[in-house]
């Protein structure tokens, strides 16, 4: 540390050198140090590499086994969450909602996720001394100035000196935020590179849905004259190209807006659940499940021009499917045929959105599986 004036600076390095995230098709590993001596982690252990840039001198040796200490087989392991329920809690009574996106991160992400929440911690501190300092350059600019025009010759250079070092300092705490982020390398062969495309063309034909809702509630329908057989809250959404402000990468996510949780982020690699910096959480893709299924709605709103209609009712029906002529004021409904994306994982997702163009729903649904397959 240094002392000027009676303050204490910390003499701060770049948050995360040369920290990398590599996505390909044989999994997550995350890559930290420079060119000829880094240490890569995967799921298979630690790895130092070691080498001379331009040589083509390499050497790669496993410093760590994680297999080696886990009573049972990563398998198992795997399989032992495949066999259990999705999550839906009692306490909401039908609301179709997540866990907190902090707590749905995978295994295979915690790493990543302590990382960005360390980042994140860190670019905040160093704001918060911006802040001050910024304040103290600017008295210490005015002394420098008052110095020479009293012609205080003696202290001229030790407050020129002064000025210099804060504003030096603050110019490197400015330049240690803008790096204040995690690359995102994505590695992909031709054939996944082509599967992600496809994935990308199907969610472009998503974005030209006429509507897309967030389903929040689905409860069964308890009025026995009703012909519907769930009674479902829904509000108009949106779906977009995002980025999530601190992951650097060239490639956009798919995000879904979430109404009544967090948004949901679809990197090629990995999908994340953000609500802030201080809340998200990120799921392995093979560990989200994106299911369609057709929806025939009884829709008393404006028919989006991209829907099908696939028949009508009456608000008040026999059995038998006749209108109940004990109601007078009995009107009939038309059914829409909506495509529903349901969103799940073992560790705590499950969203529904509803699009007005049902073959759209499908074709994504069907791209996203192929992909993650």
């Given at each position: 540390m240094i002392e000027i004036m009676g303050l204490k600076f910390r003499r701060r390095q770049k948050i995360f050198p040369g920290f990398y995230v590599n996505f390909s098709a044989k999994g997550i590993s995350t890559?930290?140090?420079?060119?000829?001596f880094n240490v890569n982690i995967n799921k298979d252990g630690a790895y130092l590499n070691t080498g001379i840039p331009g040589t083509g001198i390499y050497d790669r040796k496993k410093i760590s086994d994680w297999n080696s200490n886990k009573s049972t087989p990563e398998k198992s392991?795997?399989?032992?969450?495949?066999?259990?329920?999705?999550?839906?809690?009692?306490?909401?009574r039908?609301?179709?909602?997540?866990?907190?996106?902090?707590?749905?991160?995978?295994?295979?992400l915690v790493e990543l996720k302590e990382t960005l929440v360390a980042a994140n911690k860190e670019m905040a501190a160093i704001k918060k001394e911006i802040s001050q300092l910024e304040k103290k350059v600017q008295n210490s600019n005015i002394l420098r100035i008052f110095s020479k025009v009293f012609l205080i010759g003696f202290l001229i250079k030790w407050f020129d000196n002064d000025y210099s070092e804060k504003k030096e300092y603050l110019a490197n705490l400015k330049k240690q935020v803008a790096e204040c982020h995690i690359d995102i390398e994505i590695h992909m062969d031709r054939v996944l590179d082509e599967k992600y495309l496809k994935l990308k063309l199907a969610f472009d034909n998503l974005l030209k849905s006429s509507i897309i809702w967030d389903m929040t509630s689905a409860v069964p329908n308890e009025d026995n004259r009703s012909s519907a057989n769930r009674s479902i809250e829904r509000k108009p959404t949106k779906i977009s190209y995002q980025k999530i402000p601190f992951l650097n990468s060239v490639y956009e996510a798919m995000c879904f807006q979430n109404q009544n949780g967090s948004n949901i982020y679809i990197y090629p690699g990995f999908a994340a659940l953000f609500d802030n910096k201080d809340n998200f959480?990120?799921?392995?893709?093979?560990?989200?499940?994106?299911?369609?299924?057709?929806m025939n709605f009884l829709e008393t709103e404006k028919i989006p021009n991209d829907s099908k209609?696939?028949?009508?009712?009456?608000?008040?029906?026999?059995?038998?499917?006749?209108?109940?002529?004990r109601f007078?004021?009995?009107?009939?409904?038309?059914?829409?045929?909506?495509?529903?994306?349901?969103?799940?994982?073992?560790?705590?997702?499950?969203e529904v959105f509803l699009s007005s163009n049902e073959k759209y729903s499908e074709e994504f649904a069907e791209r996203y599986n192929q992909y993650v397959e």
């Open positions: 890559t930290m140090g420079i060119k000829g392991f795997n399989e032992s969450f495949k066999n259990e329920n999705y999550f839906l809690p009692e306490n909401l039908g609301e179709i909602k997540s866990k907190n996106a902090s707590e749905v991160t995978t295994q295979g959480g990120l799921i392995e893709l093979d560990e989200l499940d994106i299911t369609y299924g057709p209609i696939v028949g009508e009712t009456w608000a008040k029906v026999n059995k038998d499917g006749t209108p109940d002529r007078k004021n009995n009107y009939k409904i038309p059914i829409a045929r909506y495509g529903e994306l349901t969103f799940k994982s073992n560790s705590g997702v499950f």
